[in-house]
């Protein structure tokens, strides 16, 4: 584990901040939380964590919305070349492909239930706000639209505006949350992000 943790942290020492070494780190760290709550395989799920963004588009390339199933594609060639079993394999291929948020699915295994969930967590609470306008800032994106802020009155267009991302994804993340832990951490780390909108509010 340690030789694929290295391995990992190389081929992510170019990513961007909000997808970077940093991130596998946190997101391990939430994972190994749940794991021990929901009495799951730590290893299968370590793995799968560190792998989760081995390719890793920027939200403004068209490919974006592949980079969980190329990554579990070669997850697959990579861990074949470790101590890891072809049902492990299947397991670990199985929650990369069925993490992300633009694919619209539950995982089936508890694995990937954690892995998506520990995922999302990272894009929560207080490293969640900074992650969001790292990426606002990488895509060169205004911080939010002078007319109208907080969406009140339309949709949130996320690929224009920073700030829409909370109202178009991150604040409705906590109901997608699929285990108990997962979820009672996440409604933490919401109500962090809506006092962030209150303070705003007041200063703009």
Aim: include cysteine.
């Amino acid at each position: 584990m340690k030789k694929l943790r290295e391995h990992v942290r190389k081929r992510l020492a170019e990513n961007d901040s909000a997808h970077d070494f940093e991130h596998i780190t946190r997101v391990l760290k939430n994972a190994i939380t749940i794991a021990r709550k929901e009495n799951a395989n730590i290893r299968v799920i370590t793995a799968a964590v560190l792998l989760h963004d081995y390719i890793s588009y920027p939200k403004s390339d068209p490919r974006s919305k592949n980079s969980s199933t190329e990554s579990a594609k070669k997850s697959r060639k990579i861990l074949h070349g470790y101590d890891f079993s072809q049902d492990e394999i299947d397991t670990i291929s199985d929650a990369i492909m069925d993490h992300s948020f633009s694919r619209g699915v539950t995982p089936k295994t508890l694995e990937g239930k954690i892995l998506q969930d520990a995922d999302r967590l990272d894009a929560l609470g207080a490293i969640g706000i900074a992650r969001t306008f790292a990426v606002g800032g990488a895509e060169n994106r205004p911080f939010y639209n002078n007319n109208d802020p907080f969406c009140k009155k339309r949709s949130p267009d996320d690929k224009c505006w920073t700030l829409d991302h909370f109202y178009k994804k991150l604040l409705r993340l906590e109901k997608t949350m699929n285990t108990k832990s997962g979820k009672i951490e996440a409604a933490k780390r919401i109500k962090i992000m809506k006092k962030f909108l209150d303070e705003l509010k007041k200063e703009i």
